[in-house]
Nanobody, 128 residues
Framework: QVQLVESGGGLVQTGGSLRLSCVATGSNVRIRLAGWYRQSPGKERELVAALTVNGAPNYADAVKGRFTISRDNVSNTVYLEMNSLRPEDTAVYYC??????????????????????WGQGTQVTVSS
């Protein structure tokens, strides 16, 4: 099993910055795809930023030029650097990732298994 543990949310003033972290815990985890989503009360969850298999970033128009997604393959951590924050960025931010990890069968033999997981969410609040 692979779990995603998020951190870094909080309260910040308009124009401020925050960095969100998402650590994938498990055995021999290799992340292939990763993304950050957000959801505000009464709204659908929306994609904020994503990394493709080859590491190329994609961003929602609303955050282009302000947010940066990155990945550390050694620590299996995905980051979202958020600058020039606005009140409309207020939301619960979720990390999502998929890839492979080492699992063990009943006989104890190791094999590579796929995973797809979501984090628990971290609140980001931007005050005006």
């Amino acid at each position: 099993q692979v779990q995603l543990v998020e951190s870094g949310g909080g309260l910040v003033q308009t124009g401020g910055s925050l960095r969100l972290s998402c650590v994938a815990t498990g055995s021999n985890v290799r992340i292939r795809l990763a993304g950050w989503y957000r959801q505000s009360p009464g709204k659908e969850r929306e994609l904020v930023a994503a990394l493709t298999v080859n590491g190329a970033p994609n961003y929602a128009d609303a955050v282009k030029g302000r947010f940066t997604i990155s990945r550390d393959n050694v620590s299996n951590t995905v980051y979202l650097e958020m600058n020039s924050l606005r009140p409309e960025d207020t939301a619960v931010y979720y990390c999502s990732a998929s890839g492979v990890y080492r699992n063990y069968g009943l006989s104890g033999a190791a094999y590579e298994a796929d995973f797809g997981s979501w984090g628990q969410g971290t609140q980001v609040t931007v005050s005006s």
